[in-house]
Nanobody, 121 residues
Framework: QLQLVESGGGLVQPGGSQRLSCTAS????????VAWVRQVPGVGREGVLC????????DYTDDVKDRFTLVRDNARNTVYLQMNRLKPEDTGNYYC??????????????WGQGTQVTVSS
């Protein structure tokens, strides 16, 4: 059974950077697509980025373009969400999700519990 654990959340000042981790156990992430989704107060759930099994990165929202990126570390069975130039509106609970078919479309098959990111001075 695949399990996902997110970590790395916390309080960060506007303009700062933060790196979130999504670490899997029970199965290798290398053949799956991994997406990051955030739950934003007053907005709801919003897709952020996704990395396919082939390494293609898809932006789900233009707001994170050129600020956020994904890095896959197969040796650690982890996908990192690197967030730069953070804004207060990036505040939310960030989840990673796995798509077993390996491409960044369609539904999600497994979810983590999430990690809270708060951008505030």
């Amino acid at each position: 059974q695949l399990q996902l654990v997110e970590s790395g959340g916390g309080l960060v000042q506007p303009g700062g950077s933060q790196r979130l981790s999504c670490t899997a156990s029970g199965s290798s992430l290398s053949t799956y697509a991994v997406a990051w989704v955030r739950q934003v107060p007053g907005v709801g759930r919003e897709g952020v980025l996704c990395i396919s099994a082939s390494g293609e990165i898809i932006d789900y929202t233009d707001d994170v373009k050129d600020r956020f990126t994904l890095v896959r570390d197969n040796a650690r069975n982890t996908v990192y969400l690197q967030m730069n130039r953070l804004k207060p509106e990036d505040t939310g609970n960030y989840y990673c999700a796995v798509k077993l078919h390996g491409v960044c479309r369609g539904g999600d098959d497994y979810w983590g519990q999430g990690t809270q990111v708060t951008v505030s001075s």
